[in-house]
């Protein structure tokens, strides 16, 4: 997919997903450029909801008017600092971009991804499972597909019996992200950005994937964001790219190198 330049996608973004009742613009997660990009998308579309991949529900509700002006309160009400996410300063601009709309959060909490690897894809999800497909097997291509990412991502780290149950909570992220924009919509009329990584936003089998399932008639116009013009796989509306940021080996704990 050919990539479209900077200027180029913030003027279709303004004039073209304005219409769309669902945004969902993908990041890699430690890019502030890809932040940055984010947050003016949100000034653009300026939606009545935004969802975040980065909270939980319950940290949702902590977020108050006054907090929202204050990035050093926020942060500490929302205990960014041990949630293993990259510096709140990158994301901060994401939440004032738009300062009257509603802030969702549909991270799954980690007790539940646990019950859910331990006892089933559908342990702890927020609606109907069969609604969302999730009591559904993946065909045997997509499941080896999806595996075989989640191998590579963990550095050929996992033991391969641990390879399933990390594709269900990966479908269980996707069909709660999805589950909170359906929310959104229904709380706020939209429109509605959410706010994930590109693995959540790919239109195969992310997020839109779920949402056209169980609400067909929405409007979803997906943006993925690359670095240095790399491919992303999984299918997107459109695609960004931005310098690539200098990162230690993500695998140099496992190979010992570094």
């Known amino acids: 997919m050919k990539t479209i330049c900077t200027a180029a996608l913030l003027s279709m973004t303004a004039f073209g997903a304005l219409a769309q009742d669902v945004v969902i613009v993908g990041e890699i997660h430690d890019n502030p450029m890809h932040h940055a990009a984010q947050a003016e998308v949100v000034t653009r579309i300026a939606p009545k909801a935004l969802v975040f991949e980065m909270l939980t529900p319950e940290q949702a509700k902590a977020i108050t008017p006054d907090n929202r ?3 050093a309160q926020l942060s ?5 600092e041990n949630s293993g996410w990259p510096d709140f300063s990158m994301y901060y601009p994401i939440f004032t971009a738009a300062p009257e709309a509603r802030i969702y ?5 980690r ?3 646990r019950a859910a690897f331990e006892n089933g894809i559908f342990e702890g ?4 499972p069969d609604a969302y497909g999730l009591t559904n097997p993946l065909s045997e291509a997509q499941q080896t597909n999806r595996e075989a990412m989640q191998m590579a991502a963990h550095c050929d780290a996992l033991p391969p ?3 399933p149950g990390m594709v269900s909570i990966q479908r269980l992220r996707d069909a709660e992200l999805a589950h909170g924009v359906v929310q959104a919509m229904q709380d706020t009329g939209g429109p509605v950005v959410l706010i994930t990584g590109n693995g959540h936003a ?3 089998w992310g997020v839109p994937y779920y949402l056209n399932r169980v609400a067909p008639d929405l409007q979803v116009h997906v943006i993925g964001q690359t670095e240095n013009d790399a491919p992303l796989e999984g299918g997107f509306d459109e695609m960004r790219s931005a310098p690539a940021v200098e990162r ?3 695998c140099a704990a496992f190979t010992g190198k570094g």
């Open 69 to 71: 002006d204050d990035q």
């Open 105 to 109: 959060g549909a991270q799954v909490p």
């Open 76 to 80: 500490a009400d929302l205990d960014w």
């Open 111 to 113: 007790d539940v991804a």
């Open 125 to 128: 999800f927020s609606d109907d």
């Open 248 to 250: 230690e080996d993500p």
């Open 202 to 204: 790919r239109k195969d």
């Open 161 to 163: 019996e641990m390879l």
